[in-house]
């Protein structure tokens, strides 16, 4: 509310017809003095005075409004100074001090509300109005919350003027932006006041998962499971686990002092399709958190070993790099060929003899492709094979491509600028871009940041519209940098920048290593091969295993015969969880149903947040069902307990002392507490006020007249006046 107001009104008269409208104004009035100077019937002087003041009236303000009047309003006003004190209410903080935090909270709210309007909110993975502490979050987002914070200070005369945030916290961020990045970034100090423990309990953890998200039928595999111990001095007994069966056992010494024992499972996968795991630890007397003693990984397993083919006319550091990359993975048999037969020697090199069809995937190297070579693979694409093309500079592109892939007949011009990729919303929920496995700031979309730059791209214009951009050009509208494409049975990625071997080599240089790389070209051969006919319906996850409190993001697609995407749809979808229910130790089964949203150009989108944990299948139901060949579809997809909520009850004390120095705010304590916020100076928000309210269309002006004009005619009636 406004502290103090300094507000002066003036009336603008903005009509360009001023002149002449004061001329009919005066005519009007004299006209009617004269009507009602004298009337047949005589009438009395007052009633004649009564008529031709309303007469007048409703003349003065028909001619007002032809004027197009203003009512404007200019000054200053004065938004008193306001403080924010900000609940960490997430399940974690109930574990490690909520006597302390709410001791905190308290605290801070009674010293501010004795000089300034103080507001109260709690936050886990959302922002709240404050409504009483249960410290049941089952996600933390200290970014997301300071976000919120800014954006009400973003309201002009709304707005909160908030000068100081007090936040309660243990420091534990596992969901949202990045909240270091977002302090620097806020005009706001924040002063924080960590609460949690001060040593780490007593834990044992499976604390990560790496596996090949691809496997094949009766093919070895492997999987590596990273075991955490937290005083922990003695072995322990690691399973490996499909269903109901145990079926690989390993016994390891875990550390004492929170390091990670990496745990070998080889195994055999013997059901097609998707097939869940769990690894898994036993359960100590003395843990407080037990649900980070099992987690699980999904297999995709698929019939036989895949074959792929690196094209190029010739050899240079993408060839290498990305041949080292592939041929890590045992599930591929990875081959190469000089596409102008100069270098075609080695036990995987083979000659390019246009008989393509026994590779599962053909990755095209920045080469120079003839008019006979396109026709082998055009009609390669068409028999259903999947492509990764990856333009350069001697990419000479056949009009014939124009039919079977993304691209239109010319590619454009080569541009060697160098540019650090973006990251779309398509991008983010694409599999190629599956980070789970990599470090914190990799998996929360910082890893493009990470990467050198990339040297060069083609001007590529008119993509087709089923195409979908996964990365973008930083500055330049419309210039994809890597984007999907599907044909039939034919999955396609097209890679549009120059030197992509960079990524892989240079962050060595800084102490970095090539993992980003890795995941994204091993997630693009896995995208490419396990492809499937087109359905006219699709429905997929972002992910296929799930930890607690993490939001599950559906996306879909919807077709007609003719392959063009339908908009307008109505899709459901239809939740079935089994879960076992921990009370009675036996299986159930409840339902429930949501509404996809719709994101433009025939693609529909679902967030669903706070799903308990259990076995889930979806079946996508399109209500509309006349207007379309397809109108079911069914996922799948597990949540499981694990939540990275409990994974450490301990203040990250560093992590809050740096969100208040980047802010200009000071990290505080429960002694030191009075002296910094009983003594806080903050100032009120002074606001140029200018606002200009039209009168002219106003519909009470219309309603005036009206009645005037009414009053003067019944009047008339009633004296028996013409």
Same mark, same amino acid.
């Given at each position: 509310m406004p502290l103090g107001e300094t507000i002066k009104y003036s009336l603008l008269l903005q009509g360009t017809t001023g002149i002449a409208v004061v001329v009919f104004l005066v005519l009007s009035i004299i006209l009617t003095f004269l009507a009602y100077r004298k009337t047949l019937p005589e009438t009395s002087l007052s009633k004649r005075i009564i008529l031709f003041s309303l007469r007048t009236i409703a003349f003065f303000l028909i001619f007002f409004s032809l004027f197009e009047p203003l009512l404007v309003k200019k000054g200053i006003s004065e938004i008193p100074p306001s403080v924010a004190v900000l609940l960490d209410n997430s399940a974690s903080i109930s574990m490690s001090d909520p006597e302390g935090a709410s001791l905190r909270f308290d605290k801070a709210g009674d010293i501010l509300k004795r000089t300034y309007a103080t507001e109260f909110y709690s936050f886990s993975d959302s922002v709240l109005s404050y409504t009483g502490a249960t410290y049941d979050?089952?996600?933390?987002?200290?970014?997301?919350?300071? /976000? *919120?914070?800014?954006? &009400?200070?973003?309201k002009g005369d709304k707005s909160k003027n908030i000068q100081a945030i007090i936040m309660i916290s243990d420091g534990q961020n596992n969901l949202g932006d990045d909240p270091l990045s977002v302090a620097a970034r806020m005009n706001t100090p924040i002063y924080v006041a960590g609460v949690g423990n001060k040593t780490q309990h007593k834990n044992l953890a499976i604390k990560r998962i790496v596996n090949n998200n691809i496997a094949y039928k009766d093919i070895p595999t492997q999987v590596f499971a990273y075991v955490e111990g937290w005083g922990i001095d003695?072995?322990?007994?690691?399973?490996? %686990? *499909?269903?109901?069966?145990?079926?690989?056992?390993?016994?390891?010494? =875990?550390?004492?002092?929170?390091?990670?024992? %990496?745990?070998?499972?080889?195994?055999?996968?013997?059901?097609?399709?998707?097939?869940?795991y769990t690894i898994s630890c036993p359960i100590l007397n003395d843990e407080i958190i037990k649900s980070d003693n099992r987690r699980s990984f999904s297999v995709n397993v698929l019939p036989s070993k895949k074959q792929i083919l690196l094209l190029y006319s010739s050899p240079g550091w993408d060839l290498t790099f990305m041949k080292r990359a592939l041929e890590e993975n045992k599930n591929y048999d990875v081959y190469f060929s000089d596409i102008t037969g100069k270098i075609n020697t080695g036990e995987k090199s083979v000659s390019f003899t246009g008989n393509l069809s026994r590779f599962d995937a053909i990755f095209i190297l920045n080469t120079d492709i003839s008019t006979v070579h396109c026709k082998f693979i055009d009609d390669y694409i068409v028999g259903g094979g999947s492509l990764f093309l990856l333009l350069g500079k001697n990419n000479l592109y056949c009009s014939q491509f124009s039919n079977t892939t993304a691209l239109s007949q010319r590619i454009g011009s080569w541009s060697d600028d160098e540019f650090i990729p973006l990251l779309t919303i398509d991008g983010s929920r694409h599999p190629i871009f599956n980070f789970e496995e990599l470090s914190t700031d990799v998996k929360e979309g910082n890893w493009a940041s990470a990467l050198? =730059?990339?040297?060069?791209?083609?001007? &590529?214009?008119?993509?087709?519209s089923s195409a979908r951009v996964l990365l973008e050009h930083p500055t330049l509208e419309g210039i994809? @940098?890597? &984007?999907?494409?599907?044909?039939?049975?034919?999955?396609? /990625?097209?890679?549009?920048?120059? +030197?992509?071997?960079?990524?892989?080599?240079l962050p060595f240089g800084f102490g970095g290593n090539n993992d980003i790389y890795k995941t994204i070209l091993v997630n693009s051969a896995q995208w490419l091969l396990s492809k499937d006919e087109i359905s006219p319906f699709v429905l997929n996850t972002d992910q296929k295993v799930y930890r607690s409190g993490e939001s599950?993001?559906?996306?879909?697609?919807?077709?007609?015969?003719?392959? +063009?995407?339908? %908009?307008?749809?109505?899709?459901?979808? $239809?939740?079935n969880r089994s879960y076992v229910d921990s009370m009675t130790n036996t299986k159930k089964n409840d339902k429930f149903s949501f /509404?996809?949203?719709?994101?433009?150009?025939?693609?529909?989108?679902?967030? @669903?947040?706070? &799903?308990?944990?259990? $076995?889930?299948?979806?079946?996508?139901?399109?209500?509309?069902?006349?207007?379309? =060949?397809?109108?079911?579809? *069914?996922?799948?997809?597990?949540? %499981?307990?694990?939540?990275?909520?409990?994974?450490?009850?301990?203040? +990250?004390? $560093?992590i809050l002392e740096k969100i208040a120095e980047l802010s200009g705010g000071e990290y505080i304590t429960l002694e030191n507490m009075e002296d910094f916020l009983g003594n806080l100076k903050l100032k009120p928000q002074i606001l140029n006020v200018k606002e200009e309210i039209p009168l002219w269309d106003k519909l009470w002006l219309l309603l005036l007249i009206l009645l005037m004009l009414s009053i003067e005619w019944f009047i008339r009636k009633r004296a028996n006046l013409p």
């Open positions: 979050g089952i996600s933390t987002s200290i970014g997301d919350a300071l /976000i *919120h914070m800014r954006d &009400l200070n973003n003695s072995d322990v007994r690691v399973s490996l %686990e *499909h269903g109901d069966s145990v079926i690989a056992q390993k016994i390891v010494r =875990p550390g004492s002092k929170g390091e990670q024992t %990496e745990v070998l499972f080889e195994f055999v996968p013997d059901s097609l399709g998707q097939n869940y050198p =730059p990339l040297r060069g791209f083609r001007i &590529l214009e008119n993509i087709k994809p @940098v890597m &984007l999907t494409f599907e044909s039939g049975k034919s999955r396609q /990625i097209i890679f549009n920048g120059g +030197n992509m071997w960079r990524w892989s080599f599950v993001y559906f996306t879909a697609n919807v077709r007609d015969e003719s392959g +063009n995407f339908i %908009e307008g749809l109505t899709i459901q979808l $239809d939740f /509404i996809m949203e719709e994101s433009g150009g025939g693609f529909y989108s679902l967030r @669903v947040s706070a &799903l308990n944990t259990g $076995d889930f299948v979806v079946t996508g139901n399109i209500l509309e069902s006349e207007l379309v =060949p397809v109108s079911k579809k *069914h996922s799948s997809f597990r949540i %499981e307990p694990y939540s990275a909520e409990f994974s450490d009850l301990r203040e +990250n004390k $560093d």
